[in-house]
């Protein structure tokens, strides 16, 4: 079945960085959306991040514009979010997710969670001093 799994989630100062990345089993991440989202208990989950991986059109909220970098590896089926210039507000659980696309729509945040097949468990992020 269809799987995704998150990583690279930690505890890191205001200023630090991480890397997640989500890996695909049983399904090839070429040619479709993959998103990266975050929540916190009590709150909407928002989108952060998402890229089509067949153009390679990359999508950002205004939240992590120039913060974050979303790419792909098809070779390991690996979608990754490179977070720097973390800041406390960024701490929540992150997750991806995929879906296929359909002509005449895009894979922008904007979009939200819209359609979004499969997701994985999430990994935690932390930034505290």
């Known amino acids: 079945q269809v799987q995704l799994a998150e990583s690279g989630g930690g505890s890191v100062q205001p200023g630090g960085s991480l890397r997640l990345s989500c890996v695909a089993s049983e399904y090839d991440i070429r040619a479709k959306c993959v998103g990266w989202f975050r929540q916190v208990p009590g709150k909407e989950r928002e989108a952060v991040a998402s890229?089509?991986?067949?153009?390679?059109?990359?999508y950002y909220d205004d939240s992590v514009k120039d913060r974050f970098t979303i790419s792909q590896d098809n070779a390991k089926n690996t979608v990754y979010l490179v977070m720097n210039s973390l800041k406390p507000q960024d701490t929540a659980m992150y997750y991806c997710a995929t879906r296929r696309r359909t002509w005449g729509t895009t894979c922008s945040v904007t979009g939200g969670s819209s359609g979004y097949e499969y997701w994985g468990q999430g990994t935690q992020v932390t930034v505290s001093s």
């Open positions: 890229i089509d991986t067949g153009g390679g059109v990359k």
